[in-house]
Every structure is written in C-alpha cells, then in structure tokens.
C-alpha cells in the first residue's frame, strides 16, 4: 500500500506529468503565466481543489448512479471552486482580479475531470486525494516555471520584486517585450514537452 502511495504521488510530479505528456490544462497555462504571482496561484488554487474533489467523489463513489456521476462530479468541483473563489477575492484581490475568468474555468479543466473519472471513482479516499494533489501539483509546477521565465525575461523581476540587476541594463540588455505575450508561453511549454520526452519520457509500445 505504502508503494503504491508513492507510485501514485511521484508519477505526475516526474515521468507522467499530466501537461508533459497528456498535453492538458494549456488554455489556462497560456492564460494565466505572464507573470509568476498569478501562475502560482492558479497552480496552489487547481492543486486544491484537484486533491478534494477527488477524496469527495472517492467517498460518494459507491452511492453515485453511474448514469449520472458526470453530473455529481461537476456539482462538487464548481462547489469547490467557488470556495476557492471567494477565498482568492477574500486575501488576494488583485490576483483574482487578474485571473479573472479562469479561475471559474477550473470546473472544466480536463486534468481535474480526468483523474475524477479515471482514479476518484476507482480507488479508495487515501489514494485518491494523494492522486488528485499530485496532478494538481504537476500542472502547478509547469504554470510556475513558464511564469518565472516569462516574468523575468519579460519584465526584470519575479513576483513584483526586481531581479536582474541595473549594470546588466546599462551593458545594453533590454527586456524581452515578447515574453509576455500568450504566444510565448505556448512556445515554451513546448520546448518544455520536447525536452521532457526527448530525454525523460519512453512512451510504451
């Protein structure tokens, strides 16, 4: 049990990593990752309620008729991302704010449907909570390496605080204006892809 645990936890953080290698949950990560505050708070806000919803339905599983589980599931994902919501405009506004929409948009987030359909409804509360945490997780730690990278590269800075030093703007760099640009962060997702299947990833035959 306490292998499979492990199995289930470090599997999406590494090898199976739910954006790497399913390509899902791009349109929020295009979104949202100009800048690293507002990817680490999408990333801690789906890990969340990735890893509740799936202890939920794994508790109601048995209790739910099959011909509507898709409903139950959605009723307590958008329950809980209007939790999340609330709390996200209660102590941090102004992400919320530019957020915006896509917060709401984690109920169809196809990482979250998934492991609720392919693991929640399976396995037991334990193991489902730890899955739906990891994955949640995984997708975070893409959103906060392309934010990082954008908002440094873009703007100087990370998380608002200034980070590359005057002396290297007086030998003549300039912040690179494309960074912040949605096209850019697809463009780095997927160099990321690349190298993670180039020289990590073996797809079974």
């Known amino acids: 049990m306490e292998n499979k645990i492990k199995s289930v936890f470090t599997a999406p953080l590494n090898f199976m990593n739910p954006v790497l290698v399913q390509v899902l949950g791009i349109c929020s990560a295009l979104a949202v990752t100009s800048q690293l505050k507002p990817a680490l708070v999408m990333g801690l806000a789906v890990?969340?309620?990735?890893?509740?919803?799936?202890?939920?339905?794994?508790?109601?599983?048995?209790?739910?008729?099959?011909?509507?589980?898709?409903?139950?599931?959605?009723?307590?994902v958008a329950a809980l991302v209007t939790i999340v919501s609330q709390v996200l405009k209660a102590y941090v506004y102004d992400v919320s704010v530019e957020l915006s929409v896509y917060v709401g948009l984690?109920?169809?987030?196809?990482?979250?449907?998934?492991?609720?359909?392919?693991?929640?409804?399976?396995?037991?509360?334990?193991?489902?909570?730890?899955?739906?945490?990891?994955?949640?997780?995984?997708?975070?730690?893409?959103?906060?390496?392309?934010?990082?990278?954008?908002?440094?590269?873009?703007r100087g800075t990370l998380l608002g605080f200034e980070i590359l030093p005057k002396s290297v703007y007086e030998m003549g760099y300039l912040n690179n204006g494309t960074m912040t640009m949605p096209a850019m962060a697809l463009i780095l997702i997927g160099v990321v892809i690349w190298i993670h299947r180039a020289y990590f990833y073996k797809e079974e035959k």
């Open 47 to 76: 890990t969340v309620i990735t890893a509740f919803s799936n202890l939920i339905i794994s508790l109601i599983r048995n209790t739910v008729p099959t011909r509507i589980r898709i409903v139950v599931q959605l009723v307590v």
């Open 106 to 154: 984690i109920i169809t987030n196809c990482i979250l449907m998934g492991r609720l359909e392919a693991f929640a409804m399976q396995n037991k509360p334990w193991p489902s909570f730890v899955d739906g945490f990891a994955n949640g997780l995984g997708y975070g730690i893409i959103l906060v390496v392309v934010g990082a990278v954008r908002e440094l590269l873009g």
